[in-house]
């Protein structure tokens, strides 16, 4: 089936800086992508959706200039975390709808877990 | 917005049947999907509908209701390593924009 890769996988930071992570769709082309927080013992919480060659959509309650996305090809988007604060600390999912036919299904990237100190 | 519900909790017996059920208010409705996710670990795809009825997938059923707004997942032959959290997720649409909005999940453990 398809698959969505991110990158890293986990991360540690220190507070203040910004974390860059990668989703890729690495056997189809996604012009959208989704990108969701998962605190523990939470389900996943939509932040944005990513869209190809324009501005990302971001979900209520989600700062734009804190969690930039870019979505520069048709298989990458990023999410940068900036300014990163111990509350950000939490599981990041990517997302990619792979349509065939009459079709649909979302895969998942595996995640990355982030740390901020 | 989106109003998705499903238990929190469930406990079932290795070998048995478990339905869980997922109720939903949404306009815009495009689709449900169920996932499974193991603690630490991305949820993974278990099945879609977008149509009324019963889609079947091995020891795996989801079932569909748009009228009622109203899903279940139905699993068979249980097995200890079905001990996870399922996640009824919708898909939304509106004028090109589509997202897919999660429920809270429902924890579920199977016991010998």
């Known amino acids: 089936g398809a698959v969505v890769s991110q990158h890293p996988s986990w991360v540690i930071c220190k507070s203040g800086t910004s974390v860059k992570i990668e989703c890729r769709s690495l056997?189809?082309?996604?012009?959208?992508m989704f990108w969701y927080r998962q605190f523990p013992k939470q389900s996943l919480m939509l932040m944005a959706t990513?869209?190809?060659?324009?501005?990302?959509?971001?979900e209520q309650g989600v700062e734009k200039d804190k969690f930039l996305i870019n979505h520069a090809s048709l298989t990458l988007s990023t999410l940068t975390v900036t300014s990163a604060h111990p509350e950000d600390s939490s599981f990041y999912i990517c997302?990619?709808?792979?349509?065939?036919?009459?079709?649909?299904?979302?895969?998942f990237g595996p995640g990355t877990r982030l740390t901020v100190t | 917005g989106q109003n998705i519900d499903q238990p929190t909790e469930m406990t079932a017996t290795e070998g048995a049947i478990v339905q869980i059920n997922c109720t939903y208010q949404?306009?815009?409705?495009?689709?449900l999907f169920w996932y499974q996710q193991h603690a630490g670990e991305a949820p993974t795809f278990l099945s879609y509908?977008?149509?009324?009825g019963l889609e079947e997938k091995g020891r795996f059923s989801s079932f569909l209701s748009r009228s009622k707004g109203y899903s279940y997942l139905l699993l068979k032959e249980l097995q200890m390593k079905d001990s996870a959290s399922y996640l009824c997720?919708?898909?939304?649409?509106?004028?090109?924009?589509?997202?897919?909005?999660f429920g809270t999940g429902t924890k579920l453990q199977v016991i010998p």
């Open positions: 056997d189809f082309q996604a012009t959208t």
């Open positions: 509908n977008v149509l009324d």
């Open positions: 949404t306009s815009g409705f495009n689709g």
């Open positions: 997720a919708v898909r939304d649409s509106h004028g090109g924009y589509q997202k897919v909005t």
């Open positions: 997302s990619a709808p792979f349509v065939g036919g009459i079709s649909y299904e979302q895969y």
């Open positions: 990513s869209n190809e060659g324009s501005k990302a959509t971001y």
